[in-house]
Structures are given as C-alpha cells and as structure tokens.
C-alpha cells in the first residue's frame, strides 16, 4: 500500500513538473498561436516570429519604433529609414514585386504586405504566414490602430504600442479642435510628370478630411478607388472647387524624380485658386504621403504636417 502511495506521488510530481514547463512555453510565447483577421484572409501566426520579412513600409515604421527586429524587406526603402537600407537586412524584391524564390529561400517566419503586393498574396501565403496590414481608407484610424496592435501583440509589444498611439490621439485631436470650427475648404491634389489628380473623402489621401477633419472643397470627390479624378486645364473642376487650402503631394520625388520648387508643380489654373492667392499651400512630402502611410512614424508626419503647416501648432 505504501509502495503504491509512493508511485502515486512521484506520478503526481512528473505530471506537474510537465505542465509547469508546458504552461512555461506558452507562457514564453514558443507555441502560442495569434490568429491575425485581415482584409485579405485569417491567418495564424506563431507568436514572437523571429525571421519577419516586411514589404509594407508603414509596418516597418511600426516595427522600428517598437524596437522589434527585422529580418528581411523590399529592395527600395525610404531614405528616412536609413537603418534597412544596409546589407544587414535581406533585399526580397520590389515593392511591386516580392521575389518568390528568393523569399522562399529566405524562409521567413512571417511575411507582411499591403496593397502594392496583394497580388502575390497567394504565393507568399505557401512560404510562410502572410498578413496584410495596409490600412483601410474607410475606416483609416481605425484600422491604423488595429494594424499596429496587431504587430505589438505577436511581439508582447503592447504596452508601448498603446503609449505611442495614445500619443498620437493627442496629437491629431489638437489639429481636429481647429479643423472643426474652420469653414475653409482643402483640395488634395497629386503631381505626376505634369499632370494632376484630385484624391477625396475615403481615398488613398483621405486622411486629410476623414482623420483630421478639413473640410472638402467638392463633395462628390469621395473616392474609395486610389485612381482619383484626374482633371487638366480649363475642364472646370479646379474652378468648381475653388479650394481655400491647397494640399499637394508630389509623387516624382517621392519615387527618385527631380524635387521642384512649389510654382513649379502647379498649372496657372491653381494658381487663380485662394488657396493660391493666400499662400495656403501645403506642401505634403511624397515618401511619406505617397509611399508609405499607415505607420507610427508617417501617420505622426502627416499630423505634423498638416498641423504645423496650416495652423501653426507647436507639437
């Protein structure tokens, strides 16, 4: 009867001992699956993935200014995140085209795109877990913040991932509390090679309108394509909107263009606008606003820029 007891406590011991050191592992995150819901799918992601290979510039921000290593990004980076351009990060293609065999060959932990590479969606899903985390122009805060939440919670991130956006609230709220009694009109507009498109309301630059609140000089741009309208000289639509604040964004710099003077992206139409007339242009830079978007760092430069800029606050 003794000898029996004795089994049963040395068995008890044994099962503890391994559900202490199980209950340890996931507690250490080793095991522990994230189950990440994007627009393009639901996919299951190992926590604390140590091989991460990023195309998605605006998650790199996130990634670096929560101090969580990368592993490997697209061949082009923007020159203000110096860090990955160096050889320690592995270069797996354009932005608009992931290299498949040389990411495969890399054999990331997690792979993380947005729209310039959902097309490769499916192929980089049979590499490894593929999240898209571009941000949602209808709902652009709101799915900001879950991107960045989701990235804190794979890497036990969460604490400063909300000491940081919280900051950011603040920020935009102090740019939305003049937005909200200033009945002048914005027009967005985006310089390519001479030509120019109006973006609006739920666009790929509606940020200016649905995050920080200036109002739009024409209604009916609201536009959840990233085409925009693209309007030409003398066909009306700079005259019908008449804009009070101009913001223009210029895409040829943005992707290794010549960088102009001002003047020197606007037609003479523009030029006839109030926005014009009071020196109310604000210029947007394009490796933020045109390149990137959706991260910690470019979303705090789009509130700066905006803010500073128009109403003259001091973040």
Known sequence: MQRHTFIQKVAGMVLAAFIGMASLGIADGKDELVTIKHQLGETQ???????????????????????????GVANSVPAYLPEYRSDKYAKLGGVKGPDIRAIAA???????????????YDSLSTIAPTIFLGVDTKDYWRSFETNVRHIAKLHGKEALAEQKLAALRQKRDLVTTETKDDGNTGFVVLHVRGGHTAYGSGSRFGFIHDVLGVRQSL???DDTSHTGHRFSEGDGLVEKANPDYLFLIDRDSAVGGDEKQTDG????????????????????PGNIWYVSGGGLISVDKMITDVGTQLYGLKF
């Open 219 to 221: 209604a009916d741009l």
């Open 265 to 284: 992206l606007l037609s003479d139409e523009l030029k006839q606008t109030p926005a014009y007339r009071n020196n109310k242009i604000v210029a947007l």
């Open 106 to 120: 890399f054999a990331p932990d997690l792979i993380i795109i947005s729209g310039r590479q959902s097309n490769a």
């Open 45 to 71: 992601v190992r926590k604390n993935p140590e091989r991460v290979v990023i195309f998605d510039i605006g998650s790199l921000e996130t990634y670096h200014e929560l101090g969580i290593p990368v592993a």
